[in-house]
């Protein structure tokens, strides 16, 4: 029997050169006259370690890895094929502690199947969520949501459960499912995971979606920037539609979904979900004032779900194991599993999803290793370009969206960014100004003007001009912004600029305080 | 006044022989007439589609290169926009452009995660090696240089772009020796 390497085809993980390995092991098995089966996995989410590359043997997966091209001829002299000794020799992929601390709900199939072949899907759990959601009427579906406790990970935490209720409950001739595949936060990358690594969960709990809501027609809003992923949940879709998962009968049960990728074009703003909408409309994505609510006039005034990537693909999970299941890990309001990315200066960068509860510190540390560059780390940024900056002292902070709500931070769509000592966190601030006036959609006055004088202030700070005169400015600035703007883009730039400003004041005065040195 | 301007400029532009003066050679009329062909078939393909206008953007993207505005006017029509409306979105997206990108477009990242790694010196290096800015391109029409704001590499960072090739942890060696590469087999 022919044995089993699987070598990551995540873009992350090729982006390290997996597709020269995958290359290289299959020229040196047919030299070698060796029989072998290539699987390209997603990715474990170890991402230090890319390209990981494992192999079945009798007592389970066996990892190696970084590895590169020039290490396979050596990993074969080492009988890797049968767990063999050498110095990328990681163990059993499953002991691994980074791996093995994790809860795996979401995930739990990326990394370990072949992502776009649809029978590895049903072997491992698939579509048991829709086959238990055909057996129910809508109500149950979205009761299961309900009481799962599902918020939304793509970034403001509302309820699911609810938003699908006000769906089912509005009547239309059309109703629309759209997951925003937009990932526009820096820092993130777990949807891009599951679309690239087990695109099949999200076209099942779009289904379900369907299912519950009584909508017949789906829309994946995808970035431009994930070639990838659309590759992959194309194939994903076209073996569903195959295979009678999708269609206009699914599985023979007289209800249809219908599923298509759309491609956006390089816009922060579009993942906004009324931006979205408006672009998917073919027009300029400019943010629309609510009410109404999408829910009841979203995509071409039907009502629509916008349910972010983690959320929609959460779903099928909750589906299978019942809405308590899910509810059962997590603390406080926030129930479930997150899966947190973990980026920026780490050692162990990567892709942990565990119960809401872990502490900023457990995750930079215990899963992190501490900052890549072996400095102290002195700031994280959590939850995207909107997302506060916190120091050291704010590091016990339970991952849980009331806690951080409680300091002013926003756990949005789970990303962890460290910077070492080395960082200029008014340099962050600038930036932070600077994006938003790259963004803007140029609805609102506030975002539009203030984000551009923001950067000018931010300019004149960073230069130690007046900053008597200049961080009240930029503290009045801010204020306009949060009171005054229509969306969260300009609304939530105060975030990482005035915890900046608040935790970091040192670094907005170095010039001044050097000049009265 | 301003549709005379407009289908005057639309007129000069699908007019073979009038375009310019690089016009005169066949490779560049070929290259109208499949400029043409391509969003004759990207709006024969597409235009039924509900929001159609994305959807026809990328596909003349996808095969010309950029969207010349000489194609503005058909797919207007087809979509029955007007001309302003499709300019309007063209112009929103960081995505789509209007001129001709050169051979090779390097998207360099440009966001948080990896400015913690050090991008910051990586862009101006990149810079400094190709002698353009972001939005320009170099005039032997080799590389194009545009920033994103993350390519979900973050866990590699620093990282970018080239072409579809995606690269993470590019170091300034890492990245004079890709471009040599590339440079060598044009
Ligand atoms: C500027 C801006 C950008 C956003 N980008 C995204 C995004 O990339 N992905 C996402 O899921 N939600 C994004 N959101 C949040 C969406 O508006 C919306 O809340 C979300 O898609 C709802 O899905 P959920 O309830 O499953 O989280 C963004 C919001 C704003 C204001
Ligand atoms: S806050 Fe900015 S992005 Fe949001 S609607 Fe206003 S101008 Fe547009
Ligand atoms: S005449 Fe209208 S723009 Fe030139
Ligand atoms: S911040 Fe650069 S890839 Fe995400």
New interface residues.
């Given amino acids: 029997m022919s044995i089993t390497v699987y070598v990551p085809n995540d873009?992350?993980a090729?982006?390290?050169g997996a597709d020269q390995v995958a290359a290289a092991i299959s020229e040196q098995a047919r030299n070698r006259g060796l029989e072998i089966d290539i699987v390209r996995n997603g990715s474990r989410g170890l991402?230090?370690l890319?390209p990981m590359i494992e192999v079945a043997t009798p007592a389970g997966r066996v990892a190696y890895g970084p590895v590169q091209k020039n290490d396979v001829e050596g990993l074969f002299e080492a009988d890797f094929l049968n767990g063999g000794a050498h110095a990328l020799h990681l163990g059993l992929t499953e002991e691994m502690d980074y791996f093995k601390r994790q809860q795996r709900l979401t995930f739990a199939r990326v990394g370990i199947t072949d992502p776009i072949s649809l029978d590895d899907y049903i072997k491992h759990d698939g579509y048991r969520g829709l086959k238990n959601a055909l057996a129910m009427n809508s109500a149950d579906i979205v009761k299961h949501v309900t009481d799962s406790g599902l918020r939304g990970r793509g970034g403001a935490a509302f309820p699911t459960g609810i938003k699908w209720n006000t769906v089912l409950n509005t009547p239309a001739d059309q109703k629309y499912i759209i997951c925003n595949a937009d990932?526009?936060?820096?820092?993130?990358?777990s949807?891009?995971m599951i679309m690239e690594g087990d695109p099949f969960v999200l076209v099942e709990g779009m289904t379900i979606a369907g299912l519950g809501v009584g909508a017949t027609q789906g829309y994946i809003y995808l970035r431009?920037?994930?070639?990838h992923a659309e590759k992959m949940l194309n194939a994903a879709i076209a073996a569903a539609y195959e295979a009678g998962y999708l269609g206009d009968n699914i599985l023979g049960s007289g209800h249809a979904f219908h599923l298509e990728v759309?491609?956006?074009?390089?816009?922060?703003v579009c993942g906004e979900e009324t931006s979205l909408m408006e672009?998917?409309?073919?027009?300029?994505?400019l943010v629309r004032f609510k009410p109404p609510l999408p829910a009841i006039s979203g995509l071409?005034g039907k009502p629509t779900v916008v349910n972010n990537v983690i959320s929609l693909a959460s779903v099928p999970i909750i589906l299978d194991k019942g809405g308590d299941y899910y509810r059962d890990f997590g603390m406080g309001r926030s129930r479930g599993t997150l899966p947190i990315?973990?980026?920026?200066?780490i050692k162990r960068?990567?892709?942990v999803e565990s119960a809401f509860g872990l502490t900023l510190r457990e995750l930079l540390y215990d899963f992190g290793g501490g900052s890549?560059s072996g400095r102290p780390i002195r700031a994280v940024?959590v939850g995207g370009?909107l997302g506060s900056y916190m120091p050291e002292s704010q590091f016990d902070t339970p991952l849980d969206y009331e806690a951080f709500s409680a300091i002013w931070a926003v756990l949005g769509h789970g990303?962890i960014?460290?910077?070492?000592d080395t960082?200029n966190i008014a340099e962050?601030a600038r930036?932070s100004m600077e994006?938003c006036a790259?963004?803007s959609c140029g609805k609102c006055t506030p975002c539009r003007i203030g984000s551009t004088r923001g950067t000018e202030v931010m300019d004149a700070i960073i230069k130690g001009d007046n900053l008597n005169k200049n961080i009240p400015l930029l503290r009045d600035l801010c204020d306009t912004l949060l009171n005054g703007s229509l969306c969260a883009l300009g609304g939530m730039t105060p975030y990482p600029v005035l915890s900046a400003l608040n935790h970091f004041p040192e670094d907005f005065g170095a010039q001044d305080k050097a000049n009265a040195a | 006044m301003c549709f005379l301007h407009a289908y005057l400029k639309y007129a000069i532009l699908r007019h073979p022989y009038s375009e310019t003066k690089e016009q005169h050679s066949e490779t560049n009329m070929t290259d109208l007439n499949g400029r043409q062909e391509a969003v004759r078939n990207a709006i024969a393909s597409l235009k039924d589609k509900p929001g159609a206008l994305l959807p026809i953007l990328h596909s003349v993207q996808d095969t010309i290169g950029y969207i010349p505005a000489d194609s503005i006017p058909d797919i207007a029509r087809a979509l029955n926009l007007s001309r302003a409306e499709v300019h309007g979105v063209i112009s929103f997206y960081h995505y789509f452009r209007d001129t001709p990108p050169g051979k090779h477009t390097l998207h360099v990242c440009r966001a948080e995660s990896c400015q913690a790694m050090g991008s910051k010196q990586l862009e101006s290096h990149i810079k400094n090696r190709l002698g353009i800015d972001y939005h320009e391109t170099t005039a032997d029409g080799k590389f194009s240089l545009e920033p994103v704001y993350c390519l979900g590499l973050c866990a590699r960072s620093p990282s970018l772009q080239i072409d579809d090739a995606v690269y993470g942890r590019v170091t300034e060696e890492r990245f004079d020796a890709i471009v040599n590469e590339l440079e060598a087999s044009l």
Avoid: H
């Fill in positions: 873009s992350c090729v982006a390290m991402y230090w890319e990932e526009g936060d820096s820092g993130t990358f949807d891009r431009v920037e994930y070639p759309r491609i956006g074009a390089g816009a922060y672009s998917l409309e073919g027009k300029r994505g071409f990315q973990l980026s920026g200066n960068p990567g892709l890549a940024q370009p990303g960014v460290a910077f070492d960082v962050m930036y994006f790259i963004e």
